[in-house]
C-alpha cells in the first residue's frame, strides 16, 4: 500500500499533492544573524557567485540554484546553515524573546535550535535536549559553528525531563524551576520528508505510529509540565498522519491544562487547519487552529506545527 | 553519577572533576580547584594576546569541563553541572600555550587588533583546505594568532550591531599557529572546505 493514499480524502486537489511529493526539493539556506545580517550574507553570496532565490515569505530563507550548501565563504564562516524551508515553521510558531528560559525537547542535529538562539539574540538560557546521545555531537558543532552561547546540551529521555542540572529544588539563586516556552518538534513517522528521502516511507507501518504515538503524547506532555502558566509550547512533526498530530493534540488538551492557541505563519505561506475527525475519530474543534503544510502549497516538505498556551 | 548536594570528598584538595561543568573562580583568590584558571585570568589573557577588549564577555559565565577545556556561557546556572555542553568552548588551558578555538575566534576575533593576520585570496583559501604555509611577512607575536581575511559584505552598513567590525573590517578565519616563518592551520578536519 502506498501510505499517502490515505490523505486523499484530506485533499481536494490529491493529484498536485502527489505530484510535488515526487519532485526533489531545492538546498534551502538560513541565514544565521548570530553572526551575519541578512544583507551582508546575501552580498557575500553575491560576490562569489552564488545563484540564489530569496522565499517570498521570510527573508532570512534563501532557496540556492544549486545543490548543496556547503563551499561558500559565508557558509564557512557560519553565516548560513543548511536547513530546509518548512522547518523553519516551529522556531517562528514559539517566538522566543531574548533573555527567555527556552526548551527545545528533541533538539538534534540542531536547525531549530540554532535558529531559535537567533531569535533569542544569543542571551537567556536555551537547553537543547536529546535522548540520543550520538546525535549530540551534531547538535554541538552545529551551534558552535553558529556561534551560539547561549545553550546548554542535556541528554535526557524528553518525557521525564528533569532540571535537576539546572538547580530545580535547590536553593541556588540561579535555578530553574520552569521554562518560558518549549518546542517538542518530536519524533514522527517523517511522511513529509519523502521529497528528501525518497525511501522515507519503506519502512512505514500502522504498528510503527502507534508506537511512536505514545512517545509524542509523552514528550508534549511533559513540556506543559515543565512550561510556566501562561508559557507557549510549540508542537511540531514532519508527517501528515492525524493519529501523530492532531490525535496527539487532542489527547494533551484532555490530560493537562492547556489551550491551542491562533498563530499565522508569516505572509506568503500558505497552510491548511487541523483535521477535526479521522478514521472515525472526532477531536477537540481548536485542533483546526494547528498548520498543516502540504508539499503543493508552498513548495516545501510536508509539516504539522501548533501553539499551545499553558493554563494556570 | 552525580550524588545529591556537593559530594563528601575525603581528600584534602579539590582535584577537576573532567565529568562536570564547574563555573571559575572570578580570581586567583577564590581558586579552590588546583590549576583552574580565574575568569580575571581568562579575560586578561584575550585582551593581552588579542587586544580582545574585557566587556566583551561581561554577558559570559566561563566553566571548566575536561582538562582545561573553558566554555563561554551567556547565561548562568548552578556550579557543578553534569550537562552535555555549556555554551560554547572557547579555550584550552592548563599548557604552556593556550589555544583558542576556531569557533571562539569566529564570533568573539571581529574585535581583534591585535596578533591578527590577514590573509589574501588564495592564503585565506588555503587556510580554509587546512593547509600549512609560508607566511615570512609576519612580523607580530609567534604561537597561535587569528587568521582573517576580507570577505564582501558591508559590515558598518549591518543592520545587526554584532555583525560590524571595527577593527579593519576583516572577518576571522580561524586560529592559526605561526612558527619560523610558517603560517600552520589549526581549522579542525570537520570545519574544512575547499573553497578555491
Known amino acids: 500500500m502506498q501510505p499517502l493514499e490515505r490523505y486523499a480524502s484530506l485533499l481536494s486537489d490529491f493529484d498536485a499533492f502527489r505530484a510535488a511529493c515526487d519532485r ?92 531559535i538562539a537567533d531569535l533569542m539574540d544569543d542571551t537567556g538560557l536555551l537547553v537543547g535536549n536529546d535522548n540520543n546521545l550520538g546525535r549530540l555531537s551534531a547538535l554541538r558543532h552545529n551551534a558552535e559553528r553558529l556561534g551560539v552561547t547561549n545553550l546548554a546540551v542535556t541528554n535526557q529521555d524528553a518525557r521525564n525531563f528533569s532540571l535537576k542540572p539546572f538547580g530545580d529544588r535547590t536553593e541556588q539563586p540561579e535555578r530553574i524551576e520552569a521554562f518560558d516556552r518549549a518546542l517538542v518538534d518530536a519524533p514522527c513517522s517523517c511522511e513529509g520528508t ?3 528521502n525518497p525511501d522515507a516511507l519503506d519502512r512505514w507501518s500502522l504498528e510503527h505510529i502507534k508506537g511512536i504515538v ?19 509550547v510549540v508542537y511540531s512533526t514532519c508527517t501528515f498522519a492525524p493519529e501523530e498530530n492532531e490525535a496527539v493534540l487532542d489527547h494533551v488538551l484532555r490530560e493537562e491544562d492547556c489551550e491551542i492557541r491562533p498563530w499565522e505563519p508569516p505572509e506568503g505561506f500558505e497552510t491548511d487547519p487541523g483535521v477535526t475527525e479521522w478514521k472515525g475519530e472526532e477531536y477537540d474543534p481548536s485542533v483546526q487552529l494547528a498548520h498543516r503544510v502540504y508539499p503543493h502549497r508552498n513548495d516545501t516538505g510536508g509539516f504539522f506545527c501548533a501553539r499551545l498556551e499553558v493554563m494556570t | 553519577m552525580s550524588g545529591d548536594g556537593t559530594g563528601e570528598n ?31 585570568e581568562v579575560v586578561s589573557w584575550w585582551a593581552e594576546r588579542y587586544e ?6 561581561d554577558g559570559h559565565t566561563f566553566w571548566e569541563k575536561g ?35 576556531t569557533n571562539a575566534v569566529q564570533r568573539f576575533g571581529r574585535e581583534a587588533t591585535k596578533n591578527v593576520v590577514v590573509l589574501d585570496v588564495d592564503e585565506a583559501t588555503r587556510f580554509a583546505k587546512g593547509e600549512d604555509q609560508e607566511l615570512p611577512r609576519w612580523d607580530g607575536d ?15 552598513a549591518s543592520e545587526t550591531p554584532r555583525a560590524t567590525g571595527e577593527a579593519g573590517d576583516v572577518e576571522p578565519i580561524g586560529v592559526g599557529l605561526y612558527l619560523h616563518g610558517e603560517l600552520r592551520s589549526t581549522v579542525p578536519k570537520g570545519r574544512r572546505e575547499d573553497l578555491s
Open chain 1, 24 to 115: 526533489p526539493l531545492p538546498s534551502v539556506v538560513r541565514v544565521n544573524t548570530l553572526k551575519a545580517s541578512v544583507e551582508r550574507a546575501r552580498e557575500a553570496l553575491d560576490a562569489e557567485g552564488v545563484a540564489y532565490e530569496v522565499t517570498d515569505w521570510h527573508p532570512g530563507v534563501l532557496r540556492l540554484d544549486e545543490r548543496g550548501p556547503g563551499t561558500s565563504w559565508p557558509y564557512f564562516h557560519g553565516w548560513l546553515h543548511g536547513q530546509e524551508e518548512v522547518s523553519a515553521l516551529p522556531a517562528l510558531a514559539l517566538d522566543p524573546q531574548p533573555g527567555e528560559v527556552v526548551w527545545d525537547a528533541c533538539a538534534a542535529p540542531g536547525s531549530k535550535t540554532s535558529q
Open chain 1, 194 to 196: 519523502i521529497r528528501k
Open chain 1, 214 to 232: 505514545g512517545i509524542q503524547k509523552g514528550i508534549l506532555r511533559r513540556a506543559i509540565q515543565a512550561t510556566r502558566p501562561g508559557g507557549t
Open chain 2, 10 to 40: 575525603a581528600s584534602s584538595t579539590p582535584e577537576n572533576d573532567g565529568q562536570q561543568f564547574d563555573r571559575l573562580p572570578a580570581t586567583a583568590d577564590e581558586r579552590v580547584v588546583p590549576g583552574r584558571p580565574s575568569r580575571q
Open chain 2, 52 to 57: 580582545i577588549s574585557p566587556e566583551t564577555w
Open chain 2, 67 to 101: 582538562n582545561g577545556k573553558l566554555w563561554a556561557f551567556a547565561a548562568d546556572t548552578v556550579s557543578p553541572t553534569d550537562v552535555e555542553g555549556l555554551g560554547m568552548r572557547i579555550l584550552r588551558a592548563r599548557q604552556e600555550h593556550w589555544k583558542p578555538s
Open chain 2, 142 to 156: 609567534w604561537g597561535y594568532v587569528i587568521a582573517a581575511h576580507e570577505i564582501a559584505g558591508d559590515s558598518e
